[in-house]
């Protein structure tokens, strides 16, 4: 036999695509092709798949050995597929067995003395060899990260050389779906944040229905300090959604390994953030922020000082909660479900409205500076709200008369998001088009006072569905079934007038 065939996958953004490995021996002049529309770094691997090779003990064939990389249409990128390929030649030369090669799926990247390297996206490959019922063989290095993953059955790779063995044994083990692991304690609590008492009934209730939320202040209100404190309210990821947060970071590089996998991810960039930066890029392209953001948070501080056209490029991503991006030879679609919380001072100096400092800046600099936080970016904004400095009384008032603390306000939350689960499979903020009609339909009267809030406050459609989300928010939050008068004024005041 001088063919062999072994599996492998590759990346095509949160997918792994079924590889194919073919190996084949041929009489001639002693030369490694590997063909299949392989990318630089594949390339390379002939030089480091026969050193390790030989380093092992094994021989290198000394003839024509073509390795085809199926489908020939799929790019293939990085060194995955290193060890795959090494175990085709061992097996199109007849030094392992290649009888049981069907049952496995390989992944993993050679060193020059045998040993096997850690791989990125290595979760989105191994959901894939779980539904095809295949054995994964996935470098040591990996296994912390798979743990999320359960019933899936993994050989780990330490060497080439214990690779073949266990291959040639059959042993392999199975991954248990691990129990959540006992709550993080943080010294982050709602608790430590004085006074300020209308944010925090807004950020509970863009928690309850993860609405975005602007916050809008000047320097040293708390608005930083709200914002991290609001995933101490949010409850955990469900298995699923820890998983697909895994997948992301996986393909990034960003091992859950010493991070708790529930807990839903708060991503904080800086400002001189570029648009790649943000929603992703590269070539080939790779996630950005509100990927790694996704059933998260995505928190904006000094948003006016972010780039114009990184801004812009959130608006898509914020109505389908996805991101699709194109490249000449590449088009890669990651998730992008995140919650954006956006924090701005209301002037350049920061002190416009402010009752203890008086502003410097005159009328022009002030529209030009909040021009630019575009229109159709604020439209898709839930909760719009003035942060003001608290009076010395708040900031002095002893501990025992503070708030209560994010336990209290988080089963609160979690209360009213089992009743819009129950209601329509999904939290609020995340009703489109129809669903929106059909969950926060409003009666007469009510229609009636919002009829007149739309006239005065000049309300887009985009909107007035943002208004009607957040009153069904606040609803359930009170335990009614419909929108009620209260609920909808509530809502309106969280509409900041430009």
């Given amino acids: 036999m001088t063919t062999a065939v072994v599996y492998t996958r590759g990346e095509l953004g949160i997918d792994a695509p079924l590889v194919t490995v073919e190996a084949h021996l041929a009489n001639g002049v002693p030369k490694l092709y590997i063909v299949g529309l392989p990318e630089k770094v594949v390339k390379e691997s002939k030089d480091r798949v026969r050193c390790a090779i030989l380093n092992s003990h094994f021989y290198f064939p000394n003839r024509i050995i073509t390795v085809n990389l199926a489908p020939a249409e799929l790019p293939k990128e990085g060194g995955r597929f290193d060890l795959a390929i090494a175990i085709s030649i061992l097996a199109a030369s007849q030094q392992i067995p290649q009888l049981p090669l069907d049952d496995f799926e390989i992944a993993g990247e050679l060193g020059l003395t045998g040993s096997v390297r850690p791989i990125a996206g290595i979760i989105p490959f191994a959901i894939q060899t779980r539904h095809a019922k295949k054995i994964l063989i996935l470098p040591k290095d990996n296994i912390a990260e798979v743990g999320v993953l359960e019933g899936l059955h993994l050989i780990s790779a330490e060497s080439l050389v214990s690779v073949c063995q266990s291959i040639l044994k059959g042993h392999h083990e199975t991954i248990s779906m691990p129990d959540a692991p006992p709550s993080e304690k943080t010294n982050l609590d709602f608790s430590d944040v004085k006074g300020q008492q209308h944010s925090k009934r807004a950020l509970e209730v863009a ?219 999904k939290l609020n903020g995340h009703l489109q088009g129809k669903e929106v009609e059909e969950h926060c339909a409003v009666t007469p009267d009510v229609q009636t006072f919002l009829f007149e809030a739309i006239d005065k406050l000049q309300l887009s459609n985009r909107a007035i569905h943002r208004v009607l989300k957040v009153a069904r928010t606040i609803a359930d939050m009170e335990g009614s079934e419909v929108i009620e008068t209260p609920h909808l004024a509530e809502s309106l005041s969280y509409r900041l007038r430009w």
């Fill in 207 to 425: 928690a309850t229905g993860s609405h975005n939320v602007l916050m809008l202040g000047p320097p040293g209100t708390g608005k930083t300090m709200l914002a991290s404190r609001l995933p101490t309210i949010m409850p955990p990821l469900s298995p699923q959604a820890s998983i697909e947060v895994a997948a992301i970071r996986s393909i990034c590089r960003q091992s859950l390994a010493s991070d708790h996998w529930i807990i839903p991810p708060f991503r904080h960039p800086h400002h001189s953030a570029s648009s790649a930066a943000l929603v992703g890029g590269g070539n080939p392209p790779k996630p950005g922020e509100i990927s790694l953001a996704h059933h998260g948070i995505l928190f904006l501080d000094e948003l006016p000082e972010f780039n114009r056209t990184s801004l812009e490029s959130l608006r898509e991503p914020l109505e389908s909660g996805k991101i699709t991006l194109a490249r000449a030879n590449h088009h890669r679609e990651y998730p992008a479900r995140f919650q954006l919380i956006a924090a701005m001072n209301p002037c350049p100096c920061g002190h416009y409205g402010n009752p203890l400092k008086e502003c410097q800046c005159s009328a022009q600099q002030i529209q030009r500076y909040r021009g630019r936080v575009s229109g159709p970016l604020l439209d898709r904004i839930d909760l719009q709200l003035h942060v003001l400095p608290i009076s010395k009384k708040e900031l002095f008032a002893p501990i025992h008369q503070q708030s209560e603390n994010s336990d209290c306000i988080a089963k609160r939350v979690l209360s009213a998001r089992d009743i819009q689960y129950q209601r329509q499979k």
